[in-house]
């Protein structure tokens, strides 16, 4: 090249457009990881602020290929072809679906896994990586601290003893239930419940109490104006022995407890990862990271599920077997030997059940759609193949005999792999199968690969892996996939492996 052409070269590189050009781009990429930040904050609280930072980050990163000259070279991850896979055919079933509209309604959901890739195609900087999954730990010990203190504190009236004229026990009310509300707003205290059925109401309305009892929350109607006579709330309502409630499942900032206790386990699991990968225990680091795993077990424990629980323990064992040293395998041994047994106590007392019980309804009415959807499935090739179409089933479950014709709660097969087969067919089960081994695949390889001086990176990828494994396992007899808020942290942890899988080719 000519010198006159170099210096031309260099002019049009300083232009002023290209350097608005460069300020505009750099603005968006700051934007964009401010979003994922908000994500990542939000992620452990609120479903519907994680999503508008998703669909900012996802729309400036739209901008800021429309506004580049030539497509930016994208990275290629170990998961591409199966998760593009995986979506392609989702989309493709919710174009057989037998409710069309419906399903391709649903490709929102299920769009969240580009979550992974916003996280996997911006974040560049190590520290911002680094910042991001200590941040997505601290966020979340703000639920745990509302949960443990909601629980300190009590909620409702829980009713110990009652007489044997008690208005409320002529309602249904009975010894050991709490009731949480009265017309929609949370009961404090006994004069307030006796104050708003003293009297009668409008047109002779009654009062509306929530109770909770076990996992059961109904309204009942209670008549106004047929208190006892006394001197107190208490005498009135005929109650002879109350407490502060605190027998119901913990359910964070959620409005469930299986969702909380999702989200919880793939936390504890990047938690115990990040411990278990920090090389000096024994310092402030350790320490916060040791009550934060600590709290969020606690709370995990208070939403008492089950299938939640035995995948965190399951996931680590797995961090422990793969990232840690004989001692601390038998450290967590003997720690689960104390947690185990608090965790069947909490189940007997607040659910009345224990671990394995055929007489719990949730199990017996999941053998019930269990089998309904196997059913199902075979009987129309149609739905092996492309499957029945997402929440078609919302619309033709009475045609199809579903949830015991009616008589249990409508809703979904509570499994993934049976779920996703039945709504979108065996080659979607298969592809997502596909992706999680060739997750996994890539975590071990990275376990393998990054330094243990690199800490936080190490247990980025040990928290990652025993999450993975806690969520296929709790997944056979929960539809974790299918609940957003557990999907978006889900894709989040992944997005933060593939920066690091990215990095770890780079060198």
């Known amino acids: 090249m000519s010198l006159s052409a170099t210096n031309i070269t260099q002019e049009k590189s300083h232009a002023p457009g290209n350097e608005q050009t460069r300020s505009v781009h750099m603005w968006i990429s700051r934007a964009m990881i401010g979003c994922l930040f908000a994500l990542t904050v939000f992620a452990p609280h609120s479903i519907a602020i994680t999503q508008l930072a998703w669909a900012c980050a ?26 593009l896979g995986f979506f392609a055919w989702t989309f493709l079933s919710s174009l057989f679906s037998y409710d069309p509209d419906v399903s391709l309604g649903k490709l929102r ?15 560049a900087s190590q520290r911002v990586l680094r910042i991001l999954a200590l941040t997505l730990v601290a966020s979340c010990m703000i639920n745990v601290v509302y949960t443990v203190a909601e629980r300190a504190v009590g909620r409702g009236v829980k009713i110990k ?38 009297t009668s109401g409008p047109d002779g309305e009654s009062a509306r109490v929530r109770i909770y009892r076990f ?65 000096r225990r024994w310092t402030i680091r350790g320490a916060l990271l040791a009550v934060a795993l600590v709290g969020i077990c606690g709370a995990l424990l208070l939403t008492v599920t089950r299938a939640s629980l035995l995948a965190f323990v399951i996931s680590a064992f797995v961090i422990v077997l793969v990232g840690a040293s004989r001692r601390t395998v038998l450290a ?47 009987n129309n090739p149609r739905h092996l193949f492309v499957g029945i179409g997402m929440d078609s089933i919302k ?37 997502w199968l596909i992706l999680l081994a060739v997750y996994a695949r ?27 494994v806690g969520f296929f396992a709790s997944g056979m007899v929960h539809y974790n996939l299918g609940d957003s808020e557990v ?7 992944m997005g933060l492996a593939l920066v690091l899988n990215r990095k770890s080719l780079d060198v």
Do not use: C
């Not at 949480?180 to 205290?189: A, M, V």
């Not at 008589?407 to 298969?430: N, V």
């Open 161 to 198: 003893g009652m007489t044997a004229d008690s208005p409320l026990r002529a309602t249904g009310v009975q010894e050991g239930d709490t009731l949480l509300e009265l017309n929609g707003i949370p009961l404090r205290s006994l004069g307030g419940l006796a104050t708003a059925l003293a």
């Open 395 to 431: 619309r033709h479950w009475r045609e199809w005999g579903m949830f015991d014709n009616g008589r249990l709660p409508i809703g979904h097969m509570h499994s993934t792999p049976l779920q996703l087969a039945l709504e979108r067919g065996i080659p979607a089960l298969l592809l």
């Open 58 to 83: 996802l729309l400036l990163w739209v901008l800021q290929f429309a506004l580049r000259r030539r497509l930016p070279a994208l990275h290629r991850t170990p998961v591409d072809y199966a998760l």
């Open 215 to 279: 996992e059961w929350m109904p309204v009942l109607d209670v008549p106004r104006g047929r208190l006892l006579d006394g001197s107190s709330a208490q005498a009135r309502l005929g109650i002879t022995d109350w407490s502060r409630g605190r027998d119901w499942r913990a359910t964070g900032f959620y409005g469930h407890w299986t969702t909380y206790a999702e989200v919880l386990q793939l936390i504890a699991s990047l938690t115990l990862g990040l411990l278990i990968a920090l090389q």
């Open 109 to 123: 959901a299920a769009s969240l896994f580009t979550i992974t890739y916003l996280f996997a195609q911006t974040i």
């Open 332 to 378: 967590l041994a003997l720690a689960a030997l104390l947690i185990i047994p608090i965790g069947l106590f909490l189940l007997q007392q607040k659910r009345n059940v224990s671990f394995f019980d055929r007489k719990d309804p949730s199990t017996t009415w999941r053998t019930i759609v269990y089998r309904e959807g196997v059913e199902l499935l075979v």
């Open 442 to 468: 890539m975590l071990l390889r990275l376990v393998r690969s990054v330094p243990a001086e690199e800490w936080i990176e190490r247990g980025i990828v040990l928290g990652a892996l025993g999450g993975l």
């Open 487 to 493: 999907a978006m942290v889900f894709y989040l942890i």
